[in-house]
Each structure stands twice: as C-alpha cells, then as structure tokens.
C-alpha cells in the first residue's frame, strides 16, 4: 500500500488486515504473531508520520521470498531503493544470527528479484528494547545491490530513513514503486524448501514462479496430473516416466504429485536413498511442530508421505493386498533393482523377493479394483550401485502386463542404455514429461553438460564450453584453503550452507585426515548435517563430516567442496576407475561397477547451487596408495577442463564489525 494510506488507517485496521490475509492462507493466525505485527505496525507508523517525501512510496508487510520459504517483516520501496526492515520485538541487541537474517532477505531480492535490480536494498535490524548507544552508525556504500546489513533501535528507525534517504544517489530512471510487487520473481528453491513450500500447499507454479523455464516445469506437472485425475476418475492403471538432467526440478514435480494432486489419493514419495527419507521428513515435521502439532504425530504424518521404498515393497509383498496409497512416486526410478539382483539381495532377508522391483511395483499397485498411478522419476547418469536395472527392467515389466497405460517423453538417444525406455515399448509419447533445464545451480545452467564432458574425457568441449559461461567450479590442492573458502562463502553475507563431499570410494583420503563419514543410514545424524547450522559441530557447515554420495544424492549445498579420491584417476587413455582392498589399489574391470563410479563423481559435481570447490590432493611420494603423479594429473586435467584455480579469499569480517551498531 502507500505509505499516505498506510498513515491514515490506525494500527488496529492494519493488523486486522494481515490477520485476515493469514487466516485465508494459512487458515490460522496465532497471538504471538498478532503482538508482533502491533509492534511492527507502531513503530513505522512513528517512522514515516509527517516525512511529506515517503507519502508516495508503498510499504509492504509480511512481503513472502518464496526461495527462503518465509516472509520479511517490511519492505518500503522508494523511487532511489529499497528499505528491508526486519522487527525482533522485545530483542534487546543485535543478535548475530537476526543480522544474516535480514541479509538474506535484501540478497533474496538482490538475487531473484527483477523490480530491486539495479537499485540499493538497505537491510536494517530492529531490535525494540536496544538501548541506545553513544558509537555513531557507519553509513554502507549505497551502490546497487544488497549493502551489508544496519541495526537500530526502534526509536530511531526514522532519523536513520532520513538519512539514508538523502545519501541515496538518484537514478537516471527511478524505480517503479507502484510495479514493484509484481515485478518478476526469479527464485531456485532448495529442495528441502521446495518440499516445505509443497507441503503448506502452495504449487508447483509458485514455487517456479520464475525459474529459467517456468513454463516447461508447469507444464510437465499438468502432463502428471491431468494423467492421475483421468486414471482416477475411470479407473485404469498408468505409469508416466518424467525424465531429466540433474538438478531439473523433477523431485519438485513429484513432491508436487504428492502434496498436491495426488494428496487426496493417499499419495506417497518412495525413495531408495534413505538420506532422503531422514532429511524430508525431518524439515516438514520440524515445520508441523513449529506450526502447533506435537512431535509425535508430525513424523508419525510425515512417514505415510515420505517412505523408503524397500520397506513399502516388502509390506506389501509379505501382506498381499492392495496398498491404502492409489498414487506412488517413484524417486530415481532407473535404479530399481533387475530380477537377479533382487533375488540374491533378498535370499536370507525376512521377506525373499522372486522378481524384479519394478515387477513387484506394477503387480502390487494393479491389486487396486480402480484407477492407480505410478509417476518415475529418471535421473540421468545417478546409477551408482551394481544391480540397478535401468528403464529396460521397466519395459519388459510392462510388456508382460500390457493393461498398464504408458506415457513418456521422447528419450533421447544415449550411450547408457539404463537410461533409455526403448522404442519397441508401446507408448503415449508427451514432450512435456521431459525436464531438459537445469534449476539447481543458479546462473550456469550448462553445468551438467560440462561434468558429462568432463566425464566423458573431452577436455576440449568442456574447455570451451566453459569459456562461453562461467562454469563454477573451482581447483584447489591445499585443504585448508578449500575449508577457508568454503567458510568465507557461506558466512560472508546472508545464510548459506557449505558442506564436504567425497566419493564412498576415496579410501585413502584417510590419510589427509578425513576419515570420517556422515553415516548415511543414521537419520538423526543425516537430518542434523543438512538442516542445523554451526556452531552445532554436526552440521554440515562445520566441515568435519564427509558426506559420500550415498549421503548426498539427491539433495543439495550451496557451497560444496569436493574432496577428490583415488578411486578414480587419470592415465594416458583417460579416467581410470579403481577400488582400494588391503593396501593398494585395483583396476575395476567390470563395465557397471565402473560406471557407477564415474557416475559417482557425476553426483557430487552436481550437488551446488552456487559453487563447487575441488580439492585434490598433493600426494607423498612415500605412499604408493597416494602418487603425486597420479593426483597432479587429475587437476591438470580439471584446468584444462575449464576449472578456475582458488585464489586465496580475502578475510571475512566478522558479523559484528560489518554490520552497524546500534544507534
């Protein structure tokens, strides 16, 4: 609203307003909130109250970053900037922690934002009971983009608007206060804020709101869920094959298919990668329980939602029966095991499988009288263990039960056939269920193509490919460099995850002092890595705990430093893939097991949203399990690929030193 009408309504109509926009949202609105937005509301209006120069800007409460899944206290928008206001009502200083807060907020603009583009966004703090104090306010450089962030008391929000408002330079063209709020929005949620978004039933479409090609993703999810509201309602059997590159928004799709329109159905995400399972459910009970529900019963919800496929496929082929679910997603449904490896995996287990699981899948969704669906989800080069069948196991399973409709994009053509629905299949082709935009690491969407490159042993291409568009990725051979970039990333502005990662095969990192793993089937300590923060030492930005690709697949940092092992190395005919048994090293021979490895590193090349960092290590010419020759060759490789060597990051100020005291 602007900021003249906001004056002229009492604070008690401008709480009645939000109280009723949350109520229709959210269907709650709760007293703390109430006793906040008083004091919010109260002190602006003393801010802005006889100020003739703000009567025309506009003033937006409870703005939502739809990125960070929250929403900031304030905007006010002016014709020279942006002003982020974010109240702490009753806080009497300026914590650390609300300062990277209200950071994050004016870099979420900075970032995603197209009506803040090319303008100052100035964060100010607001801590109502801060006393204040006789240190003058250091002004930030007003230039374009996010400053570093202000702290003031309540009572002297206004002086400080005044003049920041006079040393603001004035543009050539002011900025739209009018069309601000509808300006385009461009964020790339996180997966877990994806899933949390999906979960508070807010769609598909917002969530993309802006992505590189919201249209594609929107229209893949209509692909889905106008096949789930046909086979539903008639009653017939389908499966939908969605297809893409890493990082192309097809978990999004399917957390949409089970929040959204398959939710009434019972509908259920089943994943294989148990880090999964831990992470998910942990963020959407975490989120319930901050909502009012009890512990118990919030992960007791998120178990029907959110389930490992192993144990939902032997309830049911122990139990007979149809399931309670009439829609299944399937995450990274290429890596189901083919009939062999099902047998023999199974053969002293409670429950003894006799077929393939994709077999198993489509006999125990067929048992329902009426309609059901199962959506797959296809990565594209993430098969990382023996015995994961690929979309053939798929086909033949479909063949022998023809009264399954089909539908799938049309699959290009690929070395790998795991990756491939063959042709010979009878199929409803739809371009739509093909997701060929990557979404995960913000501003360089050609990244999967480089690693495929870079994999493929093509220096060249990648080379090239990389001096046509920044590819973020970055070499290091020194450890603590790589930790101290990693930290001056993630902790220099705004709140950032960095994390460690390395292939489960890297045996002798050991020997540089990282022998310790993230145990991928503990799901206390999989959910602390990825949802907690430092100073908890469990966390992933304490860069302690190496994640492997077990730990990792599937989600997400926005600073990664991979730690690159023996496991796989250069030599004159290119990538050499090897295990460690006993004491030395060992060429694997077998083409799957190789391939899973270099499809390993494919995982963790991908697993950034802002940058990769990857450290190889120096060697020691007395360790044979650790050749200098063999390391050096693999970051000569990595330059000539197109990664930029690490300069050494500059200091990282310190919170209090970079943000304003208090007034």
């Keep these: 609203m602007r900021v003249a009408d906001f004056l002229e309504m009492s604070p008690e109509a401008v709480v009645g307003r939000l109280a009723a926009a949350e109520i229709q949202t959210f269907r709650r609105s709760e007293p703390q909130q109430l006793r906040a937005w008083h004091a919010t509301v109260a002190l602006l ?28 206290d304030a905007a006010l928008v002016t014709p020279r900037g942006v002003f982020v206001l974010e109240v702490k009502a009753g806080s009497t200083r300026a914590e650390p922690a609300d300062l990277r807060q209200v950071e994050d907020y004016a870099l979420d603009l900075q970032d995603f934002h197209a009506g803040s583009r090319g303008f100052p966004i100035i964060p100010i703090l607001l801590p109502t009971e801060a006393q204040r104090e006789a240190t003058p306010i250091a002004m930030p450089l007003l230039l374009a983009g996010a400053t570093p962030p202000l702290a003031v008391g309540a009572g002297e929000l206004g002086p400080l608007l005044r003049r920041l408002w006079a040393l603001l330079p004035v543009p050539a063209t002011p900025l739209d206060v009018a069309a601000w709020p509808e300006a385009p929005y461009r964020p790339v949620p996180g997966i877990v804020e994806a899933a949390r978004r999906l979960y508070a039933s807010h ?100 178990e029907g939602a959110i389930q ?35 047998v023999r995996k199974s053969r002293d287990r409670e429950v003894a499988l006799t077929d ?67 042709a010979t299949l009878p199929a409803e082709r739809d371009p739509r269920l093909h997701l060929a935009v990557a979404r ?56 950032r995850r960095s994390g460690l990662v390395a292939s489960s095969g890297a045996k002798r990192l050991r020997a540089e002092g990282l022998g310790v793993e993230l145990p991928h089937m503990d799901a206390g300590a999989v959910a602390r890595w990825f949802l907690d923060r430092w100073p908890d030492v469990r966390a992933s930005d304490a860069l302690e705990t190496v994640a492997t690709e077990f730990s990792c697949q599937g989600l997400e940092l926005d600073y990664v430093g991979l730690c690159w092992g023996g496991d796989l190395v250069r030599g004159p005919r290119g990538w050499r893939v ?66 930029r060597d690490l300069t050494p990051p500059a200091a990282a100020p310190a919170m209090d030193t970079h943000a304003a005291v208090l007034l």
């Excluded at 802005?48 to 990125?67: I, M, N």
């Excluded at 603590?480 to 001056?488: D, P, Q, T, V, Y």
Aim: glycine share 10%; proline share 5%.
């Design 578 to 643: 090897r295990r460690f048994a006993g004491t030395s090293w060992q060429r694997v021979a077998a083409a799957e097991a190789a391939a899973n490895r270099v499809n390993t590193y494919r995982v963790l090349l991908t697993r950034a949203r802002y940058e990769t960092i990857v450290w190889v290590p120096r060697g020691d010419r007395a360790d044979a399990t650790r050749e200098p020759a063999e390391l050096d060759a693999i970051a000569d490789f990595l330059r000539a690929a197109g990664a």
């Design 440 to 495: 995960r690491t913000l501003r360089a969407p050609a990244l999967p193509e480089w690693v495929d490159l870079v994999l493929d042993g093509d220096a060249g291409r990648a080379s090239r490919l990389a001096a046509s568009g920044a590819i973020p990725i970055f070499l290091t051979r020194d450890l603590a460099a790589l930790r101290s970039a990693l930290r001056a990333r993630a902790r220099a502005r705004g709140l």
């Design 203 to 302: 769609g598909v479409e917002e969530l993309a709101e802006a992505l590189a090609d919201r249209a594609a993703l929107a229209a893949t999810q209509e692909a889905i869920g106008a096949t789930v509201r046909d086979s539903l309602a008639g009653g017939r059997k389908a499966v939908v094959f969605v297809t893409g590159i890493p990082g192309a928004g097809k978990t999004l799709c399917g957390l949409e298919t089970v929040f959204g329109t398959g939710r009434a159905a019972g509908a259920a995400f089943l994943t294989g990668n148990p880090t999964l399972v831990h992470v998910f459910r942990e963020a959407l009970a975490r989120d319930a329980v901050a909502g009012g529900m009890a512990p118990r019963d919030a992960r007791q919800r998120m």
């Design 308 to 342: 490992a496929l192993p144990r939902f496929r032997d309830a049911h082929v122990r139990a007979g029966g149809a399931p309670p679910e009439r829609v299944i997603v399937i995450d990274e449904a290429q890596r189901l095991w083919n009939r062999a490896h099902a």
């Design 356 to 422: 393939a699981e994709p077999a198993l899948l489509l006999d125990i969704m067929a048992r329902h009288a009426g309609g059901g669906v199962i959506v797959c989800l296809v990565g594209s080069g993430q098969e990382i263990h023996d015995g994961e069948g690929g979309l053939g196991e798929w086909a033949e399973a479909l063949r022998a039960r023809p009264a399954w409709r089909v539908l799938a994009a049309e699959t290009p053509d690929h070395a790998d056939a795991r990756r491939i629905l063959p």
């Design 45 to 72: 209006h003393r801010a802005l109250a006889g100020w003739p120069d703000a009567a025309a800007w506009t003033l937006h409460l409870e703005f939502r970053l739809r990125r960070l899944g929250r929403r900031l």
